[in-house]
């Protein structure tokens, strides 16, 4: 059997590398590199972005819900009010008469005024309730504020890679870079303010 010819295949990998190198095969590579990590962090805080507007805009349903019942509360609280008044003028026109009014009036005189003093109860704790949602929602927005920063910032920073890739200017990757590096802190500060 005839023996093989050997190619000198480790020449032929110097010899690409250099040409490689020549034409920015490194200076590539690490764009690439950059700008898909560039790419992950954006994902993972478009995600956080629509996750926070998702549970605000979910707290702001449950704030508008909590708002409704409080009203509901306040006009029943009312409508005893006028049903304790009504209740008292009765009694006074038995009085103006010079007459002893039924017990009946000041009876309901007094459970209506208990009851509304119940209602008020459950009117100001679905208030605070509601505020609590409210506050809640508020902070999940800024949150949301915060990683749709950093995903635009992101977007710039992978931009910036592309055309540095194009122009194979390193001035543009470290710019690409720096605005990376600005995404991130606005990443960070999201995550921990959440």
Known sequence: MPEASEIETEKLHEAIEEELEKEGGAFLRNIALTTALLAALAAIASLRAGGTVNEALRLETAATRLQAEASDQWAHYQAKGLKGAVADAARAAWLAAGKAPPEEHAAKAERYAREQEEIQAKARELEAERDAKQREAAHLM??????AGAVALFQVAIALGAVA????KRLVWLGSMAVGLAGVAYLLIALVGG
């Open 142 to 147: 800024h949150l949301h504020h915060s990683f």
């Open 165 to 168: 890739a194009l122009t194979r």
